[in-house]
């Protein structure tokens, strides 16, 4: 029984039990008790017997005039919210708040109970402590109590978030490893807007409505997770959660997030897959805005420009400018437009030491970057314009011109030690390979096998390259190629990481009938999982391996046929007549 009731003076169980207990007359009782704690209307005492002879048990009458009083009296707290001077409106909610809370644990009073706790800005300390040292109490009240609660426990608030981060994060990756594959629905697809109303984002969202204190709690939790694992995809829901709250126009965190403008620029650009000249130079006003003192922002610009989605438009850019650059007969150095991508990228892929070391100050940029590798990668550009040019001639005008087979050495060293000449020339090879073109993709992937922090074998750049593998499908019946890729790349670090056997799985269930039988078979005994191998591969094997056996033809087929040819009659010539 609820003790609440006696607090308020209204009769329960207990007092029932009791009054039968001392009775002599137990009818006469449980009448009298009935006329006191009944609904207290003269004119409904007439009615009560008219529902009996419809026998309607007075258990349901009482049930649905109390539910119908409840709404009654929920709609009117939701009202008092509303109406008045703010002082009344909170002073009334508290005197109804401290009249009620006794009874906070009866499930039929309850949502009255709850509903007060959800329009008070401030819920007395003493309740909200009663509110969360009960599991079944916290469970039920308004998200708009709990925020009460865990801006003052970060802990529970940490335990709140979670599950929902590693949510997002196996999200990201099951997109990243979706069997799936195509180069126009790929990981980068959706848009800014489509992915932040993703379920994640949106809770965390509403979790944190315009508490500003929350907010910073959540972002803590993103650094300190992205220092932690060093997984970029921390940096994606920094963006993204800020962007939300900016799309539902809170304005108590959106103005004290000295990163909102600029984020919300580079969206802009996210969007397009661009960054044009306009939104260059705002950007660039952002950056060199950050006043002696306020070096700190740069930790989180840093961390919203490590966003894959944002080194992704960044280094698309960048290819897109090397290109128009090459037709202009410009030098990089020259390209104002080009020095502020490499800027923003420096500053994303240097997040994590910058976030490390507590050192806010943008990283140097290597002079060699812009002076040999941006003009050795035009070099390319210039060599498959002059071979395609030289294809078209007519063949008697056509020069002795072999495509280079050859990569510099110093283009090899680049990507191995500069993570951002890294990172471009990898768009650049998804770039030509996005082209169709196999020329330049043979003679460039060698210089794949030793990158920095082996960034050829990143999940978003095999996910993206295997997408934009599936253009050359045609090529995977010749041999030479089937070497080149599987056996001088994909196979030299199969054994060593496993996310990259797992592409190469995904790769092979897309294009596997393309392949040449004999290569197909060599490369399933290359590609079979090991004990240590996880479930993942395991999976994906298998699927294979069911794909390959459906193409094998049936004992049937491979038994001899005989032969249809019939031996055709001697006709004899005119001659022989």
């Given at each position: ?232 995809h921390y940096c994606t829901l920094r963006a993204e959660l800020l962007m939300s709250l900016h799309d539902l126009e809170i304005s108590e965190i959106c103005t004290v997030d000295p990163c909102h403008k600029f984020t ?314």
């Amino acid at each position: 029984m609820y003790a609440g009731l006696q607090e308020l003076g209204v009769a329960n169980g207990e007092d029932l039990k009791e009054t039968l207990t001392n009775c002599t007359e137990p009818l006469k009782a449980i009448e009298q008790f009935q006329t006191e704690n009944g609904v207290l209307l003269p004119s409904l005492q007439s009615a009560l017997p008219f529902l009996d002879l419809h026998g309607t048990p007075r258990l349901e009458f009482h049930q649905s005039v109390f539910d119908e009083l409840r709404e009654k009296l929920l709609e009117r707290v939701s009202a008092i919210a509303l109406e008045g001077k703010v002082e009344e409106r909170y002073k009334k909610l508290e005197d109804l708040l401290e009249k009620s809370f006794s009874l906070v644990k009866m499930p039929s009073i309850q949502p009255v109970v709850m509903c007060v706790m959800k329009h008070l800005p401030k819920v007395p300390e003493k309740k909200l402590k009663l509110v969360m040292a009960d599991k079944d109490l916290y469970k039920a009240c308004a998200v708009e109590v709990k925020r009460q609660i865990w801006q003052d426990n970060q802990a529970l608030f940490g335990d709140e978030v979670s599950p929902l981060l590693k949510q997002y994060i196996l999200e990201k990756e099951n997109i990243l490893f979706s069997n799936d594959i195509s180069v126009l629905h790929n990981f980068f697809s959706p848009s800014p807007k489509t992915r932040r109303q993703g379920e994640v984002v949106q809770k965390l969202t509403q979790m944190i409505g315009k508490n500003v204190k929350l907010y910073d709690m959540v972002l803590q939790f993103l650094r300190t997770l992205f220092l932690r694992t060093r997984n970029v995809h921390y940096c994606t829901l920094r963006a993204e959660l800020l962007m939300s709250l900016h799309d539902l126009e809170i304005s108590e965190i959106c103005t004290v997030d000295p990163c909102h403008k600029f984020t919300w620029c580079l969206d802009a650009c996210i969007r397009e897959k661009f960054v044009d000249n306009k939104r260059a130079r705002e950007l660039q006003g952002f950056l060199d805005g950050v006043k002696k003192g306020q070096e700190q922002v740069l930790g989180d610009l840093s961390m919203i420009l490590c966003d894959p989605f944002a080194i992704n438009t960044l280094a698309l850019s960048t290819i897109r400018h090397l290109q128009d650059l090459v037709g202009q007969d410009t030098l990089p150095r020259e390209s104002p437009d080009l020095l502020l991508l490499l800027r923003m990228l420096s500053l994303g892929q240097g997040a994590w030491d910058m976030i490390d070391s507590q050192v806010f100050k943008e990283p140097k940029m290597e002079a060699e970057l812009i002076t040999k590798f941006l003009p050795m990668l035009m070099s390319f550009v210039v060599d498959d314009h002059t071979f395609n040019v030289d294809q078209k001639l007519p063949s008697e005008e056509k020069g002795p011109i072999p495509y280079p087979s050859t990569i510099p050495e110093a283009f090899t060293k680049f990507l191995q030690e500069n993570r951002i000449a890294c990172e471009i020339g990898l768009y650049y090879i998804l770039h030509i390979t996005k082209q169709r073109n196999k020329n330049a993709f043979l003679r460039l992937l060698p210089a794949l096998v030793e990158t920095f922090s082996d960034l050829a074998f990143s999940d978003i750049f095999l996910h993206l390259l295997t997408g934009n593998l599936t253009l050359l499908g045609d090529e995977f019946a010749l041999e030479e190629f089937c070497t080149s890729l599987f056996d001088g790349f994909f196979l030299t670090a199969c054994s060593r990481k496993e996310n990259v056997h797992r592409h190469v799985l995904r790769l092979l269930l897309h294009l596997h009938h393309k392949v040449a039988p004999a290569k197909l078979e060599s490369l399933q005994k290359a590609l079979e999982p090991t004990k240590q191998s996880g479930e993942a591969v395991k999976e994906l094997y298998n699927q294979l391996t069911e794909k390959l056996e459906l193409r094998k033809p049936s004992p049937a087929e491979v038994t001899e046929t005989p032969s249809m040819e019939l031996p055709l009659p001697a006709v004899p010539t005119p001659a022989s007549r």
